[in-house]
T-cell receptor, first 110, second 117 residues
Framework: GEDVEQSLFLSVREGDSSVINCTYT??????LYWYKQEPGAGLQLLTY?????DMKQDQRLTVLLNKKDKHLSLRIADTQTGDSAIYFC??????????FGAGTRLFVKA | GAVVSQHPSWVICKSGTSVKIECRSL??????MFWYRQFPKQSLMLMAT?????????EQGVEKDKFLINHASLTLSTLTVTSAHPEDSSFYIC?????????????FGEGSRLTVL
């Protein structure tokens, strides 16, 4: 079945850039999402990229997609303590199924 | 933006009782809603897909008689955990897809934390 892999932890200093990586197996993914989850809360959509794009920038967020390698990354520039959360990579496999990675827990040190 | 609300946000119950969790799309019609379970420090596990007016589709390994799902209207889906036991304690999250959405974006509820004593 479809699989999504992410590293579990990332620790950065405030002001540095954070890069969260994700690999997936389903080549039919049309939209690939990044969601953020703060402690004890639901998920909020951060950004997404369409599969025919290789980069999307949205303020401090940059998403890079390497469709050939099935690799997706999320870069957060000037990381702040408020960015500490779990980030989920979630390719939409088409139809109605969105598959979630295990989530990367981002720690931001002041 | 689209808002999805879950209720209750937390519930504590005795073993053997049933608990109902509601998921509402407040400002859009959700033709499809999803129910997930999340254990501490783990990802979301899709439990079932709920389509308005039809039976839910359950993922492998999820007991449909244990986790009853009803999607009676375009804005409301409910998950009932029947005869709850301590191992059912978890964080349950719903999400909804807006009808006609071309991006497939999911809107998530805030989650409901169930503790079974």
């Amino acid at each position: 079945g479809e699989d999504v892999e992410q590293s579990l932890f990332l620790s950065v200093r405030e002001g540095d850039s954070s890069v969260i990586n994700c690999t997936y197996t389903d080549s039919s993914s049309t939209y690939l999402y990044w969601y953020k989850q703060e402690p004890g809360a639901g998920l909020q959509l951060l950004t997404y990229i369409f599969s025919n794009m290789d980069m999307k920038q949205d303020q401090r967020l940059t998403v890079l997609l390497n469709k050939k390698d099935k690799h997706l990354s999320l870069r957060i520039a000037d990381t702040q303590t408020g960015d500490s959360a779990i980030y989920f990579c979630a390719p939409n496999t088409g139809g109605f199924k969105t598959i979630f990675g295990a989530g990367t827990r981002l720690f931001v040190k002041a | 933006g689209a808002v999805v609300s879950q209720h209750p946000s937390w519930v504590i119950c005795k073993s053997g009782t049933s608990v109902k969790i509601e998921c509402r799309s407040l400002d859009f019609q959700a033709t499809t809603m999803f129910w997930y379970r999340q254990f501490p420090k783990q990802s979301l596990m899709l439990m079932a897909t709920s389509n308005e007016g039809s039976k839910a589709t359950y993922e492998q390994g999820v007991e449909k008689d244990k986790f009853l799902i009803n999607h009676a209207s375009l804005t409301l889906s409910t998950l009932t955990v029947t005869s709850a036991h301590p191992e059912d304690s978890s964080f349950y999250i719903c999400s909804a897809r807006r009808g006609g959405s071309d991006t497939g974006e999911l809107f998530f509820g805030e989650g409901s934390r169930l503790t079974v004593l």
